[in-house]
């Protein structure tokens, strides 16, 4: 029963994935293997000077998520509020400002994975605060924090189980 549970879960996974658009897909993957080191991220994603400059952005803006893994707050705590939100919408702020993540889910597949599923109770208030930022544009602020659902806002608890299925790059087939 386990084994049906977990495919359940990783077929769950993929149908949210292949619901998000071919941006959107191509940037979850390409940050995936930014924020997890898979492989060399400009061999793979780099198909012109201005993208090996937004990978190299990348890298840097992601130099935080091994701080942010390892200092998770508690749900019940504000001792370590400040430093983790802090930096988690600093680092929210530079992908949505990359204007390829377009809905609140889309961060959040993107962001469970990037940090763990202990980091899912935290993830909406990043994804406001980091859309409500100035230097995002008025019309994508409102698409973005449009996005947010009451569900996802107010959510009286968080699912601890870590995600199972992480895309990856899918080298295209020449005609």
Known sequence: MAIAATAS????????FA???????RYIRRSLDIGLGRCDAFQIWGRNAGENAGIRSQYVAYQELKTLRQSIPTATGFDAVEGFVGKLTRVAAFDLAQERIDCFSAFRFLYERLLGADSRPWLPSAFCAAAALPQIQPQRRKLLLQSLSEAAATAPGWSDRAPRF?????EEIAA
Do not use: D, K, L, S
Request: glycine share 10%; charged share 25%; no cysteine.
């Open 166 to 170: 992480y895309p990856e790059y899918i």
């Open 19 to 25: 619901g998000f658009t071919a941006a959107e897909q």
């Open 9 to 16: 879960g990783t077929i769950a996974e993929m149908r949210e």
